[in-house]
Nanobody, 124 residues
């Protein structure tokens, strides 16, 4: 089992940047594929970015491609989401997720463990 705690959310103006972090504890972090999802009020949870257990493979939603970067540091048991050129439509609660697999994909149903989320608000 793994426990996940997100941090780094906040209020930022459009065009600004934030870096989210997700600290993992419990079972060996490097055995988990990781993902970031987000959920805005009244909307379904959506995939943002994913990374394989080694960090060698990544995937992004089309809406964030070229603006967001997912990375991981297995020595620090942490996965990051660097968010640049933020837009008001990026406003949401952002969740970190883990799956005991090499690669978990883009569906939230593939992930077994979730953090409690961190709020990102982008003002226009």
């Amino acid at each position: 089992q793994v426990q996940l705690v997100e941090s780094g959310g906040g209020l930022v103006q459009a065009g600004g940047s934030l870096r989210l972090s997700c600290a993992a504890s419990g079972r060996t972090f490097s055995t988990y594929a990781m993902g970031w999802f987000r959920q805005a009020p009244g909307k379904e949870r959506e995939f943002v970015a994913g990374i394989s257990r080694s960090g060698g493979s990544t995937s992004y939603a089309d809406s964030v491609k070229g603006r967001f970067t997912i990375s991981r540091d297995n020595a620090k048991n942490t996965v990051y989401l660097q968010m640049n050129s933020l837009k008001p439509e990026d406003t949401a609660a952002y969740y970190c997720a883990a799956d005991y697999a090499y690669w978990a994909g883009t569906s939230h149903t593939s992930y077994d463990y979730w953090g409690l989320g961190t709020q990102v608000t982008v003002s226009s």
